[in-house]
């Protein structure tokens, strides 16, 4: 194992007392401070292989192993000192590795909070943020009592005074900050279970805001999403106004699906699942419910295409015996031959009625050829937009309108460097998965008004 080469090539560094990227043409631009946020799965000892021969041969019994292993990373994480940092598969369950984290982390100045997954899975996350950058607003955690025993955290922070120029302003301050590690797809039973834990933690992301009355301010969900941007979860969060914050910074488009990888599975597949995604406060979002429906309404036209069935097919198979039209008891029978519901990791049924209140818009209890064409062909898609120009907004708002703080993306980078050219080193050992850092700048910018 060689890990002497990784030492000298990091691309993000610390500068004037801020994190900033550190190409020549960045240093040479007047200082403006800036925030960094990490996100690593950092392959708990519990998961990692030490022997491909014996796949029950963990690190985990080898304690010299996982200890010097996990050393490193700390090593790593501390040197770049990102303001954020969020950990997936951080092995909750071994005592001795949790203090280690937490005493290194606090020592440089971190406070931290960790959450294990349910049923005593071992492993868990970790999120932590630098005390001089952040003060704690609150702490939430999120259990989703599903399949894979998967949870999340909500961190409520506000900037403390390393960001003066806006102190003695009534310019909000605020960001939530959300860590979690989603299922990994098994099978394509599971792809649904994870669209239903990302919208589990957007609606509650939705009800803090709503419970606290807190007006727009910009969220960061971070962490292992263990899907691409092909996937269904890359979809949705798009539709609901996020935007993956590594292609901002490259000026990757959606359909730029191949250009970087962050993962090798324990297939040997490599792939793209680990994100920070963005959500100004600025940006209008579609309601909550109609993204949702459109993102199954997505799985539903995937999985008929896939049985090659055309348009007029699929609403062949939707509707009921020798009818014109499509009724309820058709679509759910149709849910259920796709594997979408009628079985424990399925759509329940108020998710089920949900849908069908989506699709049957006038009410009348039946969906005709045009309305299924509409409503549930053809249902929404995220486009590209301006907001790959996240990165290069100016710092303009109009005084009339409420204002808050956002972030455009400065730089992104990915370690070991060999991913971001989509290939994964041999020689790299750290963990399965690469890790991001991402450099957010502040600026002021009015609040969203309206929910469309």
């Known amino acids: ?50 022997n491909h021969e014996d796949p029950s ?14 050393h490193r990373i700390l090593d790593w994480l501390l040197n770049e000192m990102s303001s954020i940092i969020c950990l997936q598969e951080f092995w909750v ?29 071992g492993d868990g996350l970790l999120i932590a943020v630098l005390k001089e950058y952040f003060n704690i607003l609150n702490y939430k955690e999120l259990h989703f009592n599903d399949f894979g025993d998967r949870v999340a955290q ?16 009534n310019i909000r301050q605020e960001i939530l900050i959300v860590n979690t590690h989603l299922l990994f797809p098994h099978d394509s039973t599971l792809s649904l279970v994870r669209l239903q834990q990302v919208y589990k933690i957007l ?9 606290f009355q807190l007006k727009p301010m910009p969220i960061m969900l971070c962490g292992d999403w263990n899907g691409s941007k092909r996937g269904h979860v890359y ?6 106004g996020f935007v993956s914050s590594y292609d901002t910074a490259h000026h990757y488009t959606d359909a730029d699906a191949d250009k970087w990888v962050s993962h090798r599975n324990h297939r040997g597949n490599i792939c793209a699942v680990d994100f920070i995604w963005l959500l100004n406060p600025d940006k209008y979002r579609k309601l909550l419910k109609a993204s949702w429906s459109e993102a199954v309404f997505g799985m539903f036209k995937y999985l008929v295409r896939r049985a090659s069935l055309t348009e007029s097919d699929a609403f062949a198979f ?43 818009v006038n009410g009348n209890g039946v969906l005709d050829y045009k ?21 290069e907004q100016d710092d303009v708002v109009n005084d009339s309108q409420d204002q808050t703080i956002g972030f455009c993306v400065k730089n992104a980078v990915l370690f070991p460097p060999e991913v971001e050219k989509g290939r994964w080193p041999e020689d790299y050992s750290l963990s399965d998965h690469a890790r991001l850092t991402v450099v957010f700048s502040p600026i002021r910018m009015p609040c969203s008004q309206l929910i469309c």
């Open 93 to 121: 369950g071994n005592d001795e590795l949790v203090n280690l984290y937490e005493k290194r982390l606090g020592d440089a100045g971190y406070v931290s909070f960790k959450l294990g997954r349910t049923n005593n899975r």
């Open 371 to 391: 309305e299924f064409l509409q409503q549930i062909w053809n249902s929404t898609a995220p486009e590209e937009s301006d907001d790959n120009k996240i990165g």
């Open 57 to 70: 041969c963990r690190e985990s019994d080898y304690r010299a192993y996982w200890l010097a292993r996990n």
């Open 154 to 169: 909500l961190l409520h922070v506000e900037l403390a005074s390393s960001f003066s120029q806006w102190r003695n302003s």
């Open 203 to 211: 609606q509650y992301v939705e009800s803090y805001q709503n419970d």
């Open 235 to 240: 979809k949705f969060l798009r539709s609901q």
């Open 318 to 360: 939707l509707k009921a015996d020798n009818e014109d039209c499509i009724t309820y008891s058709g679509f759910c029978e149709a849910l259920t031959q796709l594997s979408l519901t009628g079985h424990c990791h399925g759509l329940n049924d108020e998710e089920i009625k949900d849908l069908w209140l989506q699709a049957d």
């Open 1 to 50: 194992m060689r890990t002497d080469r990784w030492k000298s090539m990091g691309k993000i560094s610390r500068f004037g007392g801020f994190a900033v990227a550190s190409s020549k043409e960045n240093q040479q631009q007047q200082q403006q401070p800036t925030i960094t946020c990490t996100t690593f799965n950092i392959l708990a000892p519990i998961y990692k292989r030490i």
